[in-house]
């Protein structure tokens, strides 16, 4: 995204958009065939025990590991959307 702003073409959220919608931006024209190749691919993650949280950071810091991740995916959105306005703008202006 920083290497090559101007390739942008889409920013979304995993977390809130469905496979229908995801299917459309990548291009499939049936959103359904998409939903189902997305289902049989994805596998919902187990929740995190406790000792997993153990595992995975030291002395069960997972909260401010975790703070830190939510930080760095909020820049990350934040900045996509930003790119993706000035590509449009750009796109619109060369297009007049």
């Given at each position: 995204?920083?290497?090559y702003p101007d390739r942008l073409v889409a920013c979304w959220e995993a977390d809130t958009e469905t496979p229908?919608?995801?299917?459309?931006?990548?291009g499939w024209t049936n959103p359904d065939d998409f939903e189902e190749a997305y289902n049989k691919l994805f596998i919902v993650p187990s929740p995190i025990t406790a000792d997993d949280?153990?595992?995975?950071?030291?002395?069960d810091h997972l909260k401010?590991?975790?703070?830190?991740?939510?930080?760095?995916?909020?820049?990350?959105k934040e900045l996509c959307?930003?790119?993706?306005e000035r590509n449009q703008q750009a796109k619109v202006s060369t297009v007049e």
């Amino acid at each position: 995204m920083m290497i090559y702003p101007d390739r942008l073409v889409a920013c979304w959220e995993a977390d809130t958009e469905t496979p229908k919608d995801l299917g459309l931006q990548f291009g499939w024209t049936n959103p359904d065939d998409f939903e189902e190749a997305y289902n049989k691919l994805f596998i919902v993650p187990s929740p995190i025990t406790a000792d997993d949280r153990t595992e995975i950071t030291k002395d069960d810091h997972l909260k401010v590991y975790m703070d830190g991740m939510v930080a760095s995916n909020n820049r990350i959105k934040e900045l996509c959307y930003q790119q993706l306005e000035r590509n449009q703008q750009a796109k619109v202006s060369t297009v007049e």
